[in-house]
């Protein structure tokens, strides 16, 4: 059974380590910054991707340190994100995160993660986080794809008339809910 409580973060707010400058450090950095443009990251590793730097260019609260993993990269971040081939480091920087209290997602490896991170849908302020428990992220990805494709682009258009609706309703909070509850019956 899947037990995981989903949130969405306010990235952009947070202090975010990704430990790992190879593939997989570069895909974690894209989809950060794909969800969360202006968000605040170190990235740290001795040797990093040519396209780290240039993906790091476009983001200016993006900081690169090419230096070894040290537990005092881990000072003011709210968020760790490890991706080495290294799996020494890969739970060392687990167990210095658990000893500080930091949530940490090291990648490919469930069992030394707090967290996982989705598979994402995206229409205009719509998201959809998929996840499958850390079982298999291809399958969510592909369902990712499948749901891209059925959902059309004019949600944004949809949303933007119910905050417009919303935003002119009367009352308490109960009857406004009722009201785009009836309003919103014709999703189903």
């Known amino acids: 059974m899947n037990t995981l409580f989903p949130i969405f973060v306010k ?3 947070l202090n975010l380590l990704i430990v790992g400058g190879g593939y997989v ?5 894209t989809a950060v910054l794909a969800n969360s443009p202006d968000a605040r990251v170190l990235l740290v590793a001795p040797d990093i991707r040519a396209e780290i730097p240039e ?3 476009q983001h200016p609260n993006v900081t690169l340190i090419r230096e070894a993993y040290q537990s005092d ?3 003011d971040m ?5 991706g080495t081939n290294d799996k020494a480091v890969n739970r060392q920087v687990q167990q ?5 209290h930091i949530l940490v997602n090291v990648a490919d490896t469930p069992d030394l993660c707090d967290f996982y991170l989705s598979s994402v849908v995206k ?3 719509l998201k959809i986080a998929i ?3 850390g079982k298999s992220p291809t399958f969510a990805k592909r369902f990712r794809e499948v749901l891209e494709d059925i959902l059309p682009d004019s949600l944004q258009e949809t949303l933007d008339n119910l905050t417009a609706i919303r935003n002119q309703l009367k009352g308490d909070f109960v009857q406004k809910m009722e009201k785009l509850n009836e309003i919103t019956k014709v999703l189903k």
């Not at 450090?25 to 950095?29: N, P, S, W, Y």
């Not at 709210?78 to 490890?82: D, F, R």
């Not at 210095?96 to 500080?100: I, L, V, Y």
């Open 96 to 100: 210095d995160c658990k000893a500080r």
């Open 25 to 29: 450090g570069l895909e974690k950095l």
């Open 131 to 133: 996840s499958t428990n």
């Open 123 to 125: 229409k205009g302020d």
């Open 55 to 57: 993906l790091a260019a």
């Open 73 to 75: 990269f881990l000072m």
């Open 78 to 82: 709210n968020l760790v994100i490890c």
């Open 11 to 13: 990235a952009n707010q």
